[in-house]
């Protein structure tokens, strides 16, 4: 079956550091990944996606970068600040032959950043 | 800007009744789609509707129904609740482009919580 999911549930890192969050995914096919940010009592938020067609991408302090050789790919977050304290899901994108679209959400990973 | 509605934020049933949940996309978004996010999980597709008619169908059960209205909101009706159905309902919704869905933005969601 399909999957997408992230090594490790839980990061504690120290304000100032940069964080890197993991997710490998299964189905080869895949080509579309989105990063949510998810705060407590709050929707999933947009950060970053990236397609299949590129190995890096990058936004106002995080970056995504896909290894499709071995189906894994990252969020990296530059000098990681209370703020980004929260839930990250990396998602599939699944495009159906209709044209529409569902998201395939892997298991969150807690950042926690102390000051 | 406008962002995704939902409501009620918090509903608290118990066994074996009903439950409503309303979802008001983004003015001018016509896909509408709904999550279930149990207790440290992540979220699970459940629906999708594009312009009033149903796109998608995930892990639903079939004590639950949804639909799109022509006001493009939608409504996700639940009945016979069972404790397993307390969660966190998201909706979220996007916008067609060429016959392909752009980016999902979600809603805030619905706490259930089932006694």
């Known amino acids: 079956g399909e999957s997408v999911g992230l090594h490790l549930p839980t990061l504690s890192v120290q304000e100032g550091d940069n964080s890197i969050i993991n997710c490998a995914y299964s189905n080869s096919a895949s080509d579309y990944f989105i990063w949510y940010k998810q705060e407590s009592g709050k929707g999933p938020q947009f950060i970053i996606d990236i397609r299949s067609n590129m190995d890096k991408r990058q936004g106002q302090r995080v970056t995504v970068l896909l290894n499709k050789t071995v189906k894994h790919l990252s969020l990296q977050i530059a000098a990681t600040q209370p703020g980004d304290s929260a839930v990250y899901f990396c998602a599939e994108n699944k495009r159906m032959n209709t044209g529409f679209q569902k998201l395939v959400f892997g298991t969150g990973t807690r950042l926690l950043v102390s000051p | 800007a406008a962002g995704v509605i939902q409501s009620p934020r918090h509903l608290i049933k118990e066994k074996r009744e009903t439950a409503t949940l309303k979802c008001y996309p983004i003015?001018?978004?016509?896909?509408v789609y709904w999550y279930q996010q149990g207790p440290g999980q992540d979220p699970q597709f459940l629906i999708s509707f594009y312009e009033k008619m149903q796109s998608d169908k995930g892990s639903i059960p079939d004590r639950f129904s949804a639909q799109q209205f022509s006001d493009y909101h939608s409504e996700l009706n639940m009945s016979s609740l069972e404790l397993g159905d307390s969660a966190l309902y998201f909706c979220?919704?996007?916008?067609?482009?060429?016959?392909?869905?752009?980016?999902?933005?979600f809603g805030p969601g619905t706490r259930l919580t089932v006694l």
């Open positions: 979220a919704s996007s916008w067609m482009t060429s016959g392909s869905a752009n980016e999902q933005f």
């Open positions: 003015p001018r978004h016509d896909t």
